[in-house]
Nanobody, 117 residues
Framework: QVQLAESGGGLVQPGGSLRLSCAAS????????MNWYRQAPGKERELVAG???????DYADSVKGRFTISRDNARNTVYLQMNSLKPEDTAVYYC???????????WGQGTQVTVSS
């Protein structure tokens, strides 16, 4: 059972930046992949960015060049640096871990990001 705790959400003006953090209860070496998803009101949850055990990353087209996913193995923490934020980035952001033999998904509680002037 992997437990995830997100932090770092809040209210920011368009063009601003935020950094989300996700602390995992287990070593990153036991987790196949860490992801950030988001869900805006009335929309489906979508994958924003992911990072594998080997360090490979991928991003949704809508955030490429603005968001960066990274991890600190010593702290069992994954980050999402979000720059040049837009109102359409407003959503609840969820941390997700894929771990174990059966590639089970684990979720954090979510953190609200609101981009508004």
């Amino acid at each position: 059972q992997v437990q995830l705790a997100e932090s770092g959400g809040g209210l920011v003006q368009p063009g601003g930046s935020l950094r989300l953090s996700c602390a995992a209860s287990e070593s990153m070496s036991n987790i196949n992949r860490m992801n950030w998803y988001r869900q805006a009101p009335g929309k489906e949850r979508e994958l924003v960015a992911g990072i594998t055990t080997g360090g490979s990353t991928d991003y949704a087209d809508s955030v490429k060049g603005r968001f960066t996913i990274s991890r600190d193995n010593a702290r069992n923490t994954v980050y999402l640096q979000m720059n040049s934020l837009k109102p359409e980035d407003t959503a609840v952001y969820y941390c997700n871990a894929v771990a174990g033999m059966w590639l089970r998904h684990y979720w954090g509680q979510g953190t609200q990001v609101t981009v508004s002037s």
